[in-house]
């Protein structure tokens, strides 16, 4: 077998959130950190500026090796790949990005008040510009996504949740 794939998690919900996406990623990590395990190497990048203060609250749920690192490290890392799994992206890492895009609330119901419609459409925007791939769960999402981000349909992977 050759080496881990090295792959950085955006996390900064993860210590929050319980409910839906949350459950999704924490359910992933758990699939990496051990049934992929030796093909894997997961670092949970947090927005947190001293990760290790704070890397239990990240980590309380994984089993595994995970590491955790302030997401501004992530291009010195050597990740293979970032993952954004919290339907858009805040921040963009060098490199490889795959996100996943669960749905498009923001377009599909948007804020009357412009400063709260652009600040919630703004990381699907950065998502569109700025992803390799996009995941989404059905058929459905992937039509929301080329609809209303106009990324491309062949740049995105449906795996039905």
Not at 22 to 29: A, E, I, K, S
Not at 89 to 103: C, E, F, I, Q, Y
Not at 115 to 122: H, P, V
Not at 147 to 159: M, N, Q
């Amino acid at each position: 077998m050759g080496e881990r794939l090295s792959l950085g998690v955006d996390a900064a919900n993860l210590p929050r959130d319980r409910r839906g996406m949350g459950r999704y990623v924490r359910c992933v990590l758990r699939y990496f950190a051990t049934t992929l395990a030796p093909r894997v190497r997961v670092t949970l990048l947090v927005p947190d500026v001293l990760p290790a203060l704070v890397a239990r609250r990240y980590l309380e749920d994984l089993p595994g090796d995970a590491a955790v690192a302030h997401r501004s490290a992530a291009g010195r890392l050597g990740l293979d790949v970032v993952w954004y799994p919290w339907n858009g992206m805040t921040w963009v890492a060098p490199g490889t990005k795959v996100a996943t895009v669960h749905d498009c609330w923001p377009f599909v119901s948007p804020a009357p008040n412009g400063s709260i419609r652009r600040n919630e459409q703004q990381p699907f925007f950065a998502t569109a510009a700025n992803a390799d791939t996009i995941i989404a769960g059905s058929q459905f999402a992937r039509a929301e996504v080329v609809r209303h981000l106009g990324f491309p349909a062949d740049k995105i992977v449906v795996i039905p949740l």
